[in-house]
């Protein structure tokens, strides 16, 4: 009788595991970096791998360059020149609005002989919204995982900051008189537009074509 030798050979090849700071945080929304990772080799890969979730957009790529940077001085720098970056940017926009902005509505108003309520529903909004408008579409076209709740955040949180510090502070800073009528008309209408929206959210988990183009009407009013 002949004896068979069998051998045990693996038929499959062995993949690389995938580790557990990548796997535990696969389908979430938040950059948590720090959470399931122990070094900074680790946290760099998790920022590189979920890169829609931890960048808000933009050519500089600031969470990864803090992120992966194991000296702890360069990092607290890279910190704070992001910081400082931001601020210069604000800088650049007040400049722009002060001296070219402000100054070209001023000089359409007095044109037209429109009145200076028109002007700010019209062209000064859409001027202070147009950056708005194109990093809300930026960050939700030009992604994988479009974003959302960044998107509407940046709407409602703009809108806020704006009918309460800057409102405010130009009222303490140089007190005027308003206009009553224009002034309940356009805040009745930006009430409405924040029911609108409220309604669009709770509605349903679709997104119909009438619902945007409500806001359209309520603008138009």
Known sequence: MNNSI????????PSTAVPYYITANIGLNQC??????????????????FHDQCEGGGYLLW?????????????????????IYLLLLFLMMTTIADDFFSLSIATIVEHLKISQSIAGITLMAFGNGANGIFSIIASVVNTKHPKAGLAIGDLLGGG???????FGTVIL????????????RDISVYLIGI???AFM??????????????????IGL
């Open 201 to 218: 959210m709770l509605y349903d988990k679709k997104l119909h074509f009438w619902e945007p183009a409500g806001l359209f009407f309520f």
């Open 32 to 49: 948590l970096p720090y959470k399931d990772t122990n070094t900074t080799e680790e946290a760099c890969h998790y920022v590189k791998r």
């Open 195 to 197: 029911g609108w929206m």
């Open 173 to 184: 800073i140089k007190p005027f008189k308003i206009a009553k009528f224009a002034t309940f």
């Open 6 to 13: 069998f051998l045990n050979v693996p038929t499959t090849i």
């Open 160 to 166: 806020a900051f704006v009918t309460s510090v800057v």
């Open 63 to 83: 969470t990864e360059y803090i992120i992966c940077t194991e000296n702890v001085p360069l990092r607290i720098f890279l910190l704070i020149l992001s910081v």
